[in-house]
């Protein structure tokens, strides 16, 4: 089942979506949807301070270790239908976590599920690829790709998205979940989560930037937008090839409306932004819209379908 967005601009999961008063302030901007925190069976304070930096030296890029500080499904199928009142899609996403119950992931993503359908959520997006947890993302594990996505495509009707990692140099992985996904009804995938394992150094302090795993975390922002329209394009690419009706949202690295820009002309139908809503908050979206609409009327384009996947070979 697919779902439309206009414009095709929200926030990605990620910064600024936990609290209700965050997630109203998406719905109020001109993002197209509102995204929540990734949501998991129990609430989480998140990992140990300080987990982000926001601002890495030469203005490259964010980097965090948060852990998916949310409130709980709970709470969050008790905010939907008051989020639902501002007129957008409302797109919950939800990971799994280890918790003090024990419940096995697949079992914790499909109760979220079902409860956050009920609520009225518009469509989920699976958290498959959050890189600050103790796990190794499911995303990396087709067969736990496969088990979730069985757990919850079997009960639910919503859109369902998936939020993939970065698969770049591992090519028989990316062709293993490539196909995993095909055998699902799912919506779309949103590509990339942050990139993992990534070290910055303070030089004044001599000190790492961030505490949680050892200072390694999840880089954002303009250092990672050539890693994230390679993963757009090669997606968007095998799902045309398998005529698979997935769209590719793409997240990663925009900053600009150019940016964006390159987004759909690599295969993105929908775009996110993570650092730069960050950075200056919910204008964002008023801002990069504005810009990608003034780039498609002078260069002849009348809507972003035009250039979904348009780039050409040099
Ligand atoms: C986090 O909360 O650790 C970031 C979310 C994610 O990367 O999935």
Redesign the pocket.
Same mark, same amino acid.
């Given at each position: 089942m697919e779902i439309k967005l206009y414009p095709p601009i929200t926030n990605a999961?990620?910064p600024h979506c936990v609290t209700y008063e965050e997630l109203e302030r998406i719905a109020r901007s001109a993002a197209g949807a509102v995204v929540t925190?990734?949501m998991t069976h129990c609430p989480r304070q998140? #990992?140990p301070e300080p987990r982000l930096r926001a601002h890495l030296d030469g203005g490259i890029g964010s980097l965090?270790?948060?852990?998916?500080?949310n409130l709980g499904y709970q709470e969050y199928a008790k905010l939907i239908p008051k989020l639902k009142g501002f007129g957008k899609p409302i797109i919950a996403s939800i990971?799994s976590a280890p918790c003090a119950h024990g419940l096995p992931p697949v079992e914790q993503y499909r109760e979220i599920a079902v409860t956050i359908e009920r609520a009225g959520a518009d469509a989920l997006e699976l958290?498959l690829?959050?890189?600050?947890?103790e796990d190794v993302p499911i995303a990396m594990d087709p067969q736990g790709v496969r088990a979730v996505l069985q757990a919850v495509t079997r009960e639910v009707k919503i859109p369902i998205g998936v939020?993939l990692p970065p698969y770049n140099n591992t090519p028989k992985l990316f062709e293993e979940i490539a196909r995993t996904l095909l055998d699902f009804e799912i919506s779309y995938i949103a590509t990339i #989560?942050?990139e993992p394992l990534t070290l910055d150094i303070d030089l004044a302090t001599r000190t790492k930037v961030i505490r949680p795993n050892e200072g390694f975390g999840?880089l954002g922002g303009p250092a990672v937008l050539p890693i994230a329209l390679a993963e757009v394009h090669r997606f968007y690419k095998f799902f045309q090839k398998h005529r698979a009706k997935i769209a590719v949202w793409g997240v990663g690295g925009i900053t600009r409306p150019e940016d964006a820009i390159k987004h759909f002309l690599a295969g993105a139908s929908v775009v996110q932004i993570g650092t730069l809503f960050l950075w200056e908050g919910p204008t964002v979206f008023e801002k990069l819209w504005a810009g990608i609409e003034q780039w498609l009327a002078e260069n002849g384009f009348s809507s972003v379908e035009e250039i979904i996947g348009a780039v050409r070979e040099i």
């Open positions: 999961s990620g925190k990734s998140g #990992n965090n270790s948060m852990g998916l500080p990971a958290n690829s959050c890189p600050n947890l939020k #989560n942050s999840g």
